[in-house]
């Protein structure tokens, strides 16, 4: 183990850390609750838009940008909510246990993804070596397995990314 193995397992640890300490149920919900707000608060704040423009008669250069941020946390909130009544029902049943081991596992590998992408930037912009000098990298044990996690998600996402806009605008 070298000093790449350890700064690469300083967020994989303390990621995985705060999803045991959460739970698979509010890790995806966070997850999901960023993507989905996102994606509705670019196509549907325009009906926010409207609604305060007719209800409040409100007007001015910022109404789009207080209807983006109003969509946006308004979705969040929402699947946060339903991530929150989720938990319960998994903890009457008692699957606790499960579900903080889950989501251990699915902030770890979160994370994996993002330092992934981090190194995969680095090398498309031709500055991997400055940062990270190649001898360190061959000796790395953990490192070539992450660089490798963005070029094998990336297509996948790539493939499946019309299939799931086409689901969600029907």
Do not use: C, H
């Not at 009906?47 to 979705?75: A, C, P, Q």
């Not at 992408?117 to 070596?129: C, H, P």
């Not at 094998?152 to 806009?165: G, R, S």
């Amino acid at each position: 183990m070298n000093l790449i193995d350890i700064i690469l397992l300083i967020p994989l640890l303390w990621f995985a850390y705060k999803g045991f300490s959460k739970g698979f149920i509010i890790e995806l919900s966070t997850l999901i609750a960023l993507l989905l707000g996102i994606y509705i608060a670019t196509q549907f704040s325009n009906y926010t838009s409207d609604f305060m423009i007719r209800k409040f008669n409100l007007t001015g250069e910022y109404i789009r940008i207080i209807s983006f941020i109003i969509t946006f946390l308004g979705v969040i909130i929402l699947v946060m909510l339903f991530g929150k009544s989720l938990e319960k029902v998994i903890k009457v049943f008692q699957l606790s246990a499960l579900n903080k081991i889950a989501g251990a596992m699915f902030s770890m590998a979160k994370t994996a993804f993002i330092l992934s992408v981090i190194i995969y930037i680095f090398a498309k912009l031709s500055i991997e070596d400055i940062f990270i000098k190649p001898e360190y990298k061959d000796k790395s044990l953990i490192y070539n397995s992450i660089k490798k996690i963005a070029p094998a998600v990336f297509p996948i996402i790539k493939e499946n990314k019309e299939k799931v806009i086409k689901k969600i605008e029907n």
